[in-house]
């Protein structure tokens, strides 16, 4: 069975810290999305990492890509409230990228 | 403005009585899909189109229907719907090729209540 395991699913984290969202999967793919959710809203492409090693920043997030051991991170740096939201993490399971796995989400909390 | 719009936003049905979400984008993609989204669940993709009348399964298709008769349209019928078709439905489309590219750009949520 294909899975997308992340860990933590919640994640309650005071301003000005430091975090890491991790994305585990079990199935051979050469493509990893990040999106963001904030409540009641739609998803939000964060990243596209498309080969091993790749690493991509975007302000307080870096996210980057294993693809031997099949795991992805997103890092937080100096966590500020505005970065409170769900993160998913998705792998694509065929070449044409329409069929992604997602997991199940990490609901970041981030306060004073 | 480029986006994926769907429609109804919102819906409260009975169980049995049929209905259609649409999805529609103007970005010209190849590619659109239909999620579910449930608490504790995450996202399960349910039908995916590579093109105007090519369609296939996802995880969770049962109970849903979907067609592609125009590249720009993607609507998702649940011919008989029931209690646990109750869900935050997502349609997303992304554009063929590499590089990136095929970032999935996902509308604004259809929540939907089966009584």
């Known amino acids: 069975e294909l899975k997308v395991e992340q860990n933590p699913l919640f994640l309650s984290m005071q301003e000005g810290k430091n975090y890491t969202i991790y994305c585990n999967y079990s199935?051979?793919?050469?493509?990893l999305y990040w999106y963001r959710q904030d409540p009641g809203k739609s998803l939000e492409s964060l990243f596209v990492?498309?080969?091993?090693?790749a690493v991509k920043q975007e302000g307080r997030l870096m996210a980057s890509l294993d693809t031997k051991a099949r795991l992805s991170t997103l890092h937080i740096t100096a966590a500020v409230h505005d970065l409170s939201a769900t993160y998913f993490c998705?792998?694509?399971?065929?070449?044409?990228?329409?069929?992604?796995?997602f997991g199940k989400g990490t609901t970041l909390s981030v306060s004073s | 403005e480029a986006q994926v719009t769907q429609n109804p936003r919102y819906l409260i049905t009975v169980t049995g009585k049929k209905l259609t979400v649409t999805c529609s984008q103007n970005?010209?993609?190849?590619?659109m899909s239909w999620y579910r989204q449930d608490p504790g669940l995450g996202l399960r993709q349910i039908y995916y189109s590579m093109n105007v009348e090519v369609t296939d399964k996802g995880d969770v298709p049962e109970g849903y229907k979907v067609s592609r008769k125009e590249k720009r349209n993607f609507p998702l019928i649940l011919e008989s719907p029931s209690p646990n078709q109750t869900s935050l439905y997502f349609c997303a489309s992304s554009s063929h090729g590499g590089g990136g590219t095929d970032t999935q750009y996902f509308g604004p949520g259809t929540r939907l209540t089966v009584l």
């Open positions: 199935t051979t793919s050469d493509r």
């Open positions: 998705a792998v694509r399971i065929n070449q044409a990228g329409t069929a992604l796995i």
């Open positions: 990492l498309l080969s091993n090693g």
């Open positions: 970005m010209n993609h190849e590619y």
